[in-house]
Structures are given as C-alpha cells and as structure tokens.
C-alpha cells in the first residue's frame, strides 16, 4: 500500500473521517529515498509534512532489513507512525477527533 494510503488507514482506525474534499489538509511529500545495502538494507525517506496552510516541515523515517522490500515497507509504516506520534498532527487533528467521537 501506498503511503497515504497507510496514512488514511491508520487515521480511519483511530476515528478520523478521511474525505478528500475536507478542507482541512495533511500534505506530505517524499523528498528522497535512499537505500544503503551495507551490512543489511537501510531505507531511509526524507519528506515533508503540512498541516493546512503551516509552512512544510523536513523529516525523516528509516528502517533496516535483510530484504530491501521489507526495509522500505517497514520505512514507509515509520512514516505513518511518525506522524501520528507527532504532537502537531495530534493537535491539528483535535477537534475532528473529538468531533467524530
């Protein structure tokens, strides 16, 4: 699954109605990804999340595995989980929560 797939399942889990034509936005764009094969297979994506108008924010997830595939899937969930965990996300996404609860 794609990342923002992911993203939106991860949000719909948690209660989040998940509308693309909401007008509240979660932007994220993949800047770069990397993938080191030494000793096991380290992907590492570079992105940048929006909340609504804020101004793009750099990050980055990573993950090692044996399996480049696993690596980069594994990666792509840190993502998710990153943003999350991420008290600017959790407090812009406050009053749809508490709304669809």
Known sequence: ATLAERLADALESVGVEVDDASER???IEITQTLIH???AFDCVID???RLGVTPLRGR????QNWDFEVACS???SAVVVDLLS???VRLFLAPIESASS
């Open 37 to 39: 094969p030494v000793p």
């Open 25 to 27: 936005r979660i932007s």
């Open 74 to 76: 594994e990666a792509v």
């Open 86 to 88: 991420d008290p600017d």
């Open 60 to 63: 980055q997830s990573r993950a």
């Open 47 to 49: 992105y940048d999340r």
